[in-house]
């Protein structure tokens, strides 16, 4: 199966036909990405509100949630490219599904071969993780979902924490100052001092060193400021 090269990706599969689900599976991962299927639309919808995701290929008709269904709520916080699946021809059902956020349309029966190449396709323009997923280490922070993770372990951080997180991550090495810092806070209008930088940065190595022993991924700059450990 020599399909046109794309960066691997995990993909999820929402297709309520298993041999179909099956199928097409397969085919993604002959070209090296990473699927993961659910068959119907409820499990779907909660797999795609998880995040984690770079690309969904969707069936329009499914228990419990529809696919556009699926885009709709998918398109209300991200950007990941959709491809939707449909037996249906109607011109104007396939407008719809592209007018809700729809990347591209596939209608069945279908060459799993052509439905490669299209997932190929998009993410040629929107690689893996592109703008979605900032790390360094075993640190990353997933743009999409608001997520932290060290390691394999999840750490919950408030709004302001994790401003100041992706501030950091996005300069690795670079050294911010507290008044940069500062305008990265939500309400930042309502803080007056550069002290409460101070305690979001107390606050978030004490998380990260709960969660693993170990160098500190931020380091202090005396009389200057803060950087994340390249």
């Known amino acids: 199966m020599d399909m046109n090269h ?6 999820l599969v929402v297709e309520d036909d298993r ?3 099956d199928l097409v599976a397969l085919y993604l991962r002959h070209a090296g990405h990473r699927p993961e299927i659910a068959t ?14 770079d690309l ?21 916080s991200a950007r990941t490219p959709i491809i939707v699946l449909t037996a249906r021809t109607l011109e104007d ?4 599904g592209l007018e809700i956020g729809a990347d591209d349309y596939v209608t069945k029966p279908f060459s799993p071969r052509e ?13 893996p993780g592109a703008g979605q997923i900032l790390a360094t280490g075993d640190l990353r922070v997933s743009l999409e979902t608001h997520r932290v993770r060290l390691g394999d372990t999840e750490i919950g951080v408030t709004r302001s924490e994790f401003e100041i997180l992706v501030a950091l991550l996005e300069r690795p ?3 911010l100052t507290r008044s940069q810092l500062l305008h ?3 309400n930042r209008g309502e803080i007056p001092l550069d002290r409460t930088i101070d305690v979001h940065i107390r606050n978030l190595r004490k998380k990260l060193s709960v969660a693993r022993d170990g160098p500190n991924h931020i380091e202090t700059v005396v009389g200057t400021g803060y950087r994340c450990r390249p």
């Open 6 to 11: 794309a960066a691997p990706a995990r993909i």
């Open 19 to 21: 041999k179909t689900a």
């Open 40 to 53: 119907s639309g409820s499990s779907g919808l909660e797999k795609a509100e998880r995040g984690g995701f």
């Open 56 to 76: 969904f290929i969707l069936d329009v008709m499914l228990p419990g949630a529809s696919g556009l269904e699926i885009c709709r709520r998918v398109r209300e």
């Open 93 to 96: 059902e396939r407008i719809e």
């Open 115 to 127: 439905l490669v190449a299209r997932v190929n396709a998009l993410l040629r323009r929107a690689p």
């Open 173 to 175: 090495g670079r050294v």
């Open 184 to 186: 990265r806070l939500p």
